[in-house]
């Protein structure tokens, strides 16, 4: 079993049993996007408590399937466990930073360890939006003169990976 299969059958097993058995069959017929919205829907439904780390990986499930966009207002709508967490969904992305070129970085998800930030990199379209997809991840470390670590737009496991590493490596001037 994929670690993404293994990380969506255990995220279903929150929900109650028939809806979890939908989520999984939507897994099983290749409907990633649709499973996406029924596990994001019966979390909000339920009030199912999870944790910002639970939280954080269904948004980047959600990225890597083309879904963050859509389902970002629910995500953060999950009912929180109230427990410490190592990651957090930056929620008000409205604070975007610029990057090389035309691109915008976009705040994503927070290390709470140690304040390094995981940013989705976006061209600035001719119409003065962002790009839908992002065209890279990039870590950027708390300290300014550290130089953030760039993952490619199909690494989006790996940055958020990187992120929940020990602070030290991904942190450290690379």
Known sequence: MTEEAAVWKRLAALLPEAEAARVGDCWSLGEQEAGLGLLVDGLVAHRVPIGEAERARISVLAEGWGEREALA???LRCRGDG?????????????VGAADGADVLVPWIVCERCGCVLARTHTREPWGGLSFLAESYVLVPPARDATPRVCPADAVDEAFAALQAPCAEHTADR
Do not use: F, K, M
């Open 73 to 75: 207002p629910r995500i």
């Open 83 to 95: 427990a410490p967490s190592p990651v957090r969904l930056i929620e008000d992305s409205g604070d």
